[in-house]
């Protein structure tokens, strides 16, 4: 009697395809583990391994740098290395200057962003209006993005010279010489860094703004248009509302990319005076590459790392729950 | 053969015995006796040769046969490459090795020998870098002990044509040496010798003052002329002094270290602190209303420009600055520039005290990774003997290396720094060279100097007040000196203070080095 079910593949392939091959999985482990794993997968392990590799090997050598005392200047080898524990941590975080640093980048970062924002957001907005001349207005207000950010610092450090353009155009309104260090002020350096930083850089907010108002579902601004809605309204009303996901994206970007800030403020104060204008990366680069303080500096970067996811996945929250509310109502519809 | 065949052919008789012995002992005799005629020659050197460059080229057309592949490979700074490159050819064409450079920026340059280290790499054989560097350098593991290939091959670090003293002794460390120095980065005073010969400024600062305008001598002469002629109508400015992040902490040892006290006592104790270091503190901040407004921001480039300008009386910086401002293309002073040796203090006993800073600076360092370190060592040898070093100085296709032996101060060499005054140039460097002290250069020197140069600039801010800023310094130099650990950087540290220059060692009494550093080269 033959058994219902599972048909023998002599039997398959009598019925219904003589000439199949004889389909049975072959001897092996390997060669079980490869039918397994789709295809598509198989071709692209390699490449992730070595991503993986090279993400995480680096990472556990940080980590244990982190806990240990070492130093190339030591001349031993990194596992010969005296372990501290937490000690580089507590140091740190124990450390004004450190502390400083971190709040500095993150004050940078905070106004830095918020300007280019309003910026960027401003010019998207008015972009709209000029259809006539928008490409070539996008194509001279993003020209500031393709400097090199060396060459940016450069030229706001000629700038803000005491004896520079900016100094001379603010004598000219008062009508007295004005000749301010703003680079050598402990109070004010700073600004100067953060306004470079916002002209090289409100172009990609300005990008991403005019992107997203692009993406605006067109019916929704129409039927506001025929109800007599003023343009202010559309914007604060309909506009602001739609564009906060992509708000919110703009900022991680732009945030992370101040977060690793150092050129600009290497060419125009390498920190200074004294530490006025460090933020997390001079001090890094000064502590970790000057001094060479390895172990001292990989617990920095992993105290950074950790406020930063903390910060982002904070910022992200709301965006993530729309994602999961949407995905929820689209199941429940299927 | 027959026994007494055999006898006349190989065994010596009693004539050629003697004949050989008594050749053998004149020979003795004759070149022993040589060694007293020339300083050159010290007794353990094991190559013979006329000069250090003879003595480098012959050691390795030998050592050439066993060389593995057929290029050195060094590390230069930007900036740097223009003497190397010049030297180039001729070493090619004596040795038949060729030479490739590995440039990298010169404020990079200890972090990219650091990274050798990490790799152990031996893709480089030679490292042209500042003494300062060499502590982590060897500490590293990086740099090779190259005591025993000086004394082999005599590169005259002495003798007529010897490295101006005590420069060849900046790149020892812990009592060994791992660089050839040939730089003479002096930070010499240089004023506007206009304005000095000028009869109504002579005339004017005589009846302000109550004597005669001159080359300063003291610093209260110094801090007297910045006042006289820092002038905001005329838009001129006393001084340009280094007041940069980086610079600072420079400035502020320059006038502590004349009045006779150095950052550490002889327990490692920090010094800064104290009335003479806070005095130093106030007479550098005293400075602000009289300098040029680039200093607070600007580098070393900057000052050189600002100095070809025109607006600024003195500044003290590196020798070069006398090559720029005779610079027709660069500058507005052509003629008009003078070096001199730095003012000083009047110490207790009454002698005037004039030490000079030696800051940065170059070395020739073998790594001890190199394929080939013992040629390495021969090409830096040669790159830094007298015949080779006074072609390569005064080149003007870019380079750092400034005059540093003796025979490199002649007319013909010095005319490239001023064609009109170049005895100013040679009694200015040779002064201060001989004057001279290194910066703290040993182990957790680059933490040392940083937080000096952060609380420096915060005091110069207003930010601290000098007290302040120097008790935090030296509370940080104490953490530092402890982690290093104290008896190490003591041994250190005195070994350091044994390599400055006589007058400072007398003055401030200070040991000297060790009698065996006398007989190198």
Same mark, same amino acid.
């Given at each position: 009697m033959k058994k219902k079910g599972y048909v023998r593949n002599e039997t398959m392939k009598d019925s219904i395809?003589?000439?199949? #091959?004889?389909?049975r999985p072959t001897e092996g482990l390997t060669n079980r583990l490869a039918g397994m794993i789709p295809f598509p997968t198989q071709l692209i392990i390699p490449v992730q391994a070595i991503l993986l590799f090279l993400l995480v090997v680096p990472a556990l050598l940080s980590i244990w740098l982190s806990l240990v005392s070492w130093q190339? !200047?030591? /001349?031993?080898?990194i596992f010969s290395a005296k372990f501290l524990g937490l000690k580089n941590f507590i140091d740190l975080l124990t450390e004004p200057r450190f502390l400083y640093a971190v709040l500095r980048t993150f004050y940078i970062t905070t106004i830095t962003v918020v300007v280019e924002l309003l910026i960027g957001l401003g010019l998207a907005l008015l972009s709209e209006r000029a259809r006539s001349l928008r490409k070539f207005f996008i194509l001279i207000l993003i020209?500031? *993005?393709?400097?090199p950010p060396v060459v940016t610092g450069n030229t706001f450090y000629m700038l803000f010279f005491s004896e520079g353009p900016i100094n001379a155009i603010i004598s000219f309104f008062l009508g007295a010489p004005f000749k301010f260090n703003w680079l050598s002020s402990?109070?004010? =350096?700073i600004y100067p860094i953060m306004i470079a930083e916002i002209w090289q850089w409100y172009p990609l907010m300005f990008l991403i703004m005019v992107s997203g108002l692009r993406g605006l579902p067109p019916n929704q601004l129409h039927a506001a248009d025929v109800l007599g809605g003023s343009p202010w309204q559309m914007i604060c009303r309909i506009k602001l509302p739609l564009l906060k996901p992509i708000i919110l994206i703009a900022i991680v970007i732009r945030s992370m990319e101040i977060l690793k800030m150092f050129d600009v403020i290497y060419i125009m104060t390498r920190g200074g005076?004294?530490?006025?204008?460090?933020n997390i990366n001079l001090y890094m680069y000064e502590?970790?590459?000057?001094?060479?303080?390895i172990s001292y500096i990989s617990a920095g970067a992993w105290i950074l790392l950790g406020i930063s996811v903390v910060i982002f996945v904070n910022l992200l929250k709301p965006l993530l729950h729309k994602v999961e509310k949407f995905e929820q109502k689209v199941e429940e519809a299927q | 053969m027959k026994k007494e065949e055999h006898r006349r052919a190989y065994e010596m008789n009693r004539r050629q015995f003697i004949k050989l012995a008594g050749a053998s002992g004149l020979a003795t005799l004759s070149s022993s006796s040589l060694l007293g005629l020339g +300083?050159?020659?010290? =007794?353990?050197?094991e190559v013979v040769g006329k000069n250090a460059e003879e003595r480098a080229i012959k050691a390795v057309l030998e050592l050439k046969k066993k060389m593995k592949g057929d290029t050195l490979n060094l590390m230069v700074p930007a900036g740097g490459e223009g003497q190397f490159m010049m030297a180039q050819p001729w070493w090619e064409e004596a040795t038949g090795i060729k030479v490739k450079y590995m440039i990298v920026p010169l404020a990079q340059l200890g972090s990219k020998a650091m990274n050798l280290a990490v790799t152990r +790499? +031996?893709?480089?054989?030679m490292i042209f870098i500042n003494p300062y560097g060499i502590p982590d350098m060897v500490d590293g593991k990086?740099?090779?002990?190259?005591t025993d290939y000086v004394k082999k091959?005599?590169?005259?670090?002495? /003798?007529?044509? /010897?490295?101006?003293?005590?420069?060849?002794?900046?790149? *020892?460390y812990n009592g060994k040496l791992y660089g050839l120095t040939c730089d003479t980065d002096v930070n010499s005073l240089y004023v506007r010798r206009d304005w000095l010969e000028d009869a109504d400024n002579q005339k004017a600062f005589e009846d302000k003052f109550g004597y005669p305008l001159r080359v300063p001598v003291l610093y209260k002469e110094y801090f007297d002329q910045i006042k006289f002629f820092t002038n905001p109508t005329k838009g001129t400015y006393g001084a340009w002094i280094y007041a940069s992040p980086y610079y600072a902490k420079w400035e502020f040892l320059r006038l502590l270290? #004349?009045? &006779?006290?150095? #950052?550490?006592?002889k327990d490692m104790n920090?010094?800064?602190? /104290?009335p003479e270091g806070v005095e130093a503190l106030r007479e550098l901040i005293g400075q602000k209303d009289y300098l040029h407004p680039g200093c607070f921001t600007g580098g070393w480039d900057h000052a050189f420009k600002a100095y070809a300008e025109g607006k600024i009386w003195c500044t003290l910086t590196w020798p070069a600055l006398i090559k720029y401002c005779n610079f027709p293309e660069y500058s507005k002073i052509v003629g008009n520039i003078k070096i001199c040796p730095v003012p000083g203090n009047k110490l207790e006993d009454g002698t005037i005290f004039r030490p000079c800073q030696f800051t940065y600076g170059f070395s020739y360092s073998v790594s001890?990774? +190199?394929?080939?370190p013992e040629i390495a060592y021969l090409y830096s040898q040669w790159m830094h003997s007298p015949t080779i070093s006074s072609k390569i100085? #005064?080149? !003007?296709? &870019?380079?750092?290396?400034?005059p540093y032996r003796y025979?490199?101060?002649?007319k013909e060499l010095l005319e490239g720094y001023d064609p009109v005054h170049w005895e100013d140039v040679k009694e200015a460097l040779m002064t201060n060279a001989a004057n001279s002290y290194p910066e703290i250069? *040993?182990?957790?020197g680059e933490e040392y100097m940083s937080e000096l140069d952060r609380n420096v600039i915060a005091a110069f801010q207003g930010l601290k007040k000098p007290e302040e800023a120097l008790r935090e310094t030296a509370k940080v130099w104490e953490e530092i000196t402890e982690r290093f650990g104290r008896e190490g950087q003591k041994k250190q540290w005195n070994f350091l203070t044994s390599c400055y220059g006589p007058s400072l060692r007398k003055a401030m009494n200070l040991p000297d080095p060790p009698a065996w550093v006398k007989t190198l080269g």
């Open positions: 395809c003589p000439e199949a #091959p004889d389909s190339p !200047t030591f /001349g031993i080898g020209l500031p *993005m393709m400097f402990p109070t004010y =350096a005076p004294g530490t006025a204008t460090e502590v970790g590459l000057k001094t060479f303080r | +300083s050159l020659t010290p =007794a353990h050197a +790499s +031996s893709k480089i054989d990086l740099a090779l002990d190259i091959y005599n590169p005259e670090l002495t /003798g007529p044509n /010897g490295v101006i003293e005590p420069l060849y002794l900046f790149a *020892m270290t #004349p009045k &006779g006290v150095l #950052p550490f006592d920090a010094q800064i602190a /104290g001890r990774y +190199s394929k080939n100085v #005064p080149t !003007t296709q &870019g380079g750092f290396i400034d025979n490199h101060f002649t250069q *040993m182990k957790g």
